[in-house]
């Protein structure tokens, strides 16, 4: 087990120069192999419709689902003891909280950019796509929609309290990934149903149960398997958020 095994320090070194490496990497494969999987599943049910915020704005929500996933995984797993609490202070979660709220502001912009182009150019075959989404009886699921994914986490996490109170954090959370589900419902439905087919079925909820189920299944088995916390990893930088803030004569009130 320990061939080829350099050292404590050694190995710390060699995985971070690593993980930098790879990181980017990653994100820019991501981007691209979203961005194909937006135009070959969403955009090709519209033949005539085209869209170049499309890419951007399917993997952003993905992205920000994750971000929202966590926050509710992580407050959870906050209750059931202190080895989280210590890992992921108040510091962490405003942090969390920040990014959700920073991305629902991106996700209003993608939205809005893609919207105001496609009103300004009067392009019949552009508009289609709106029109689909705009009437009924889609338009109050589009509302919806619009509530869940920005006015929700926009109005909710615009303080620092709610970002750091983990109930409120992970209430929002749910609202905010629920929403992003119905995005993705949205993308697809209106292109590819007649009117008086329902608009929410037995059948897409039982999908989405399902791959919820297992989403679970897959923490519960990764939490039993290995350890929450690395133990061997040592604290960076032991100042906590609590101390920064006394020490700025700030409150969290």
Do not use: N
Request: neutral net charge.
């Amino acid at each position: 087990l320990s061939r080829g095994w350099l050292g404590q320090e050694v190995e710390e070194v060699v995985s971070y120069r690593r993980m930098t490496r790879l990181a980017p990497a990653f994100v820019i494969v991501y981007a691209v192999v979203m961005s194909m999987l937006s135009y070959d599943w969403v955009m090709s049910l519209e033949p005539h419709w085209f869209s170049t915020m499309m890419g951007p704005w399917f993997f952003m929500g993905a992205f920000w689902s994750g971000i929202a996933a966590t926050a509710i995984t992580v407050t959870f797993l906050k209750r059931e003891g202190d080895v989280l609490d210590k890992a992921m202070g108040r510091q962490q979660l405003h942090d969390l909280g920040k990014l959700t709220f920073a991305f629902s502001v991106f996700w209003a912009y993608l939205f809005f950019a893609q919207y105001l182009v496609i009103w300004y150019g009067k392009l019949p075959w552009e508009q289609i796509w709106i029109i689909h989404r705009a009437e009924e009886p889609w338009g109050k699921w589009s509302a919806l929609l619009i509530v869940m994914c920005f006015v929700v986490p926009f109005a909710g996490l615009i303080g620092r309290k709610p970002k750091m109170t983990p109930w409120i954090f992970r209430s929002i959370a749910i609202v905010l990934l629920a929403g992003l589900w119905l995005e993705k419902h949205l993308m697809v439905a209106p292109s590819v149903r007649s009117a008086d087919t329902p608009t929410l079925g037995v059948t897409e909820l039982v999908v989405a149960l399902m791959f919820l189920g297992i989403f679970l299944y897959t923490i519960r088995w990764f939490l039993s398997t290995f350890p929450l916390i690395q133990v061997w990893q040592p604290m960076v930088d032991p100042e906590t958020f609590e101390v920064e803030m006394a020490a700025s004569g700030m409150s969290y009130e």
